[in-house]
């Protein structure tokens, strides 16, 4: 028993479990057996003796590219709160006069990286290179 792909006109149209006997699937239907760790859907291409994706539907990629924005403008806003949660008794220390030259530093860091992460446009479904947090 295997796992085969029924392809007509290089489409897969169907996907099935079967022992290999003769069996007519139908006409121009080739019955195409499926390696293990290799996914195949109905709709998939079979060319070449490869399965291929079909190709995404604009409302697809449309929804991709909103998710990529939604997660990339995640990322900021929590990197965001990061460095101010960072920032805030660091800032108080230093407005108090009760500051190490250690905290001056960090503060002075933090700072410098909040800043960075508020020039970054999170608005793009572009992969984004993301600033590295400075120590605690």
């Known amino acids: 028993m295997g796992l085969y792909a029924l392809v007509k006109d290089a489409l897969v149209i169907n996907t099935i479990v079967w ?3 003769d069996f007519d699937f139908g006409e121009g239907v080739t019955p195409v057996e499926i390696m293990e760790g290799v996914s195949v859907s109905i709709g998939y291409l079979y060319k070449k003796n490869r399965f291929l994706a079909p190709p995404l539907k604009e409302e697809q990629i449309e929804e991709n590219r909103l998710h990529a924005i939604t997660l990339n403008m995640a990322v ?3 990197l965001m ?3 101010s949660a960072a920032i805030a008794p660091l ?3 230093v407005d108090l006069g009760d500051s190490t030259e250690a905290e001056i530093e960090s503060l002075k860091l933090w700072k410098l990286y909040r800043v960075s992460l508020s020039r970054i446009d999170s608005n793009t479904p ?4 993301w600033p590295e947090q400075p120590p605690y």
């Open 126 to 129: 572009e992969n984004i290179s």
């Open 81 to 83: 709160s990061q460095a």
């Open 76 to 78: 900021k806003s929590e």
């Open 91 to 93: 800032q108080d220390a």
């Open 19 to 21: 022992d290999g006997d």
